[in-house]
Every structure is written in C-alpha cells, then in structure tokens.
Nanobody, 115 residues
Framework: QVQLVESGGGLVQPGGSLRLSCAAS????????MRWYRQASGKERELVAITSVDNIPNYVESVKSRFTISRDNTKNTVSLQMNSLKPEDTAVYYC?????????WGKGTLVTVSS
C-alpha cells in the first residue's frame, strides 16, 4: 500500500524556520521524482519544490534562497527546510511522488506563519 506521510508543520513567527518531512512507503522511492506542493486557503495548489531521482532541486521563484528540498533514498524520505518564513507561506504543504502516470499524494501538513 502506497503511503506518503508528512510531518513537521505548525505555527511559527515570521522570520522563523520549519523543517517538513515526508516518509514514503509502498513503492520504489528512488525511482520517483519527489515534489512539495502547497495550498493556501482559497487558492489553487501550487508547486513549491522538486527533487529529481538524482537529488537535483528546483524551486518556485518565491521560495528560492529560503527553502531547501532534499531526499534520502536510503530512508525513503524527502524533506523541505523552510527558512525566513513569511505570512504568505501559510498553507497546507503536500508531499507528492510522480513517475510517468503514477502520481501519489500525502494528506498534507499545515504551516501557519503568524505573529
């Protein structure tokens, strides 16, 4: 059974940091591109960061230099280190695994950036 379980969300003040983690199981993790998406209240889900099977990252412009995505193929995990957080980063963050037509999602973890 495929599972993606996110953790690490919570409430943080502007300028603070959080580290999200996604634990994967039930599929051949190392062969999947891993992504983090987010969805703010009332908005569409947006892609935040991608890591290739070779751990090459890419980011949406709004999070470049603040967020870092990384994967550990030995532990079947992908992380998102988020620094210098802003109120506009508030959203539910989702882990996503994709390979061809196969596309798996976690249930998300809420990040709230507020003073």
């Amino acid at each position: 059974q495929v599972q993606l379980v996110e953790s690490g969300g919570g409430l943080v003040q502007p300028g603070g940091s959080l580290r999200l983690s996604c634990a994967a199981s039930g599929f051949n993790f190392r062969t999947y591109v891993m992504r983090w998406y987010r969805q703010a209240s009332g908005k569409e889900r947006e892609l935040v960061a991608i890591t290739s099977v070779d751990n090459i990252p890419n980011y949406v412009e709004s999070v470049k230099s603040r967020f870092t995505i990384s994967r550990d193929n030995t532990k079947n995990t992908v992380s998102l280190q988020m620094n210098s957080l802003k109120p506009e980063d508030t959203a539910v963050y989702y882990c996503n695994a994709v390979r061809g037509v196969q596309n798996y999602w976690g249930k998300g973890t809420l990040v709230t950036v507020s003073s």
